[in-house]
């Protein structure tokens, strides 16, 4: 991986995409590789809670 690849995070503080070095990670979904994997977070991450929550109904 290159430098500056997979660096891209999700601020869950400012509900935006950063790249490298930004917010405390404490506030922060990643890394991911792409922009657009980044700015996907909270979807996927929705995604699966609603999958699991619906194993734990059955």
Known sequence: ???GEGDWWFCL???KVEHGPGCPDK????PY???TAAAGALKRAG???????RQDDD
């Open 1 to 3: 991986m290159g430098e």
């Open 27 to 30: 506030d922060r979904m990643g």
């Open 47 to 53: 995604e699966r809670n609603e999958q699991w929550r």
């Open 33 to 35: 590789e792409s922009e």
């Open 13 to 15: 503080k400012h509900l």
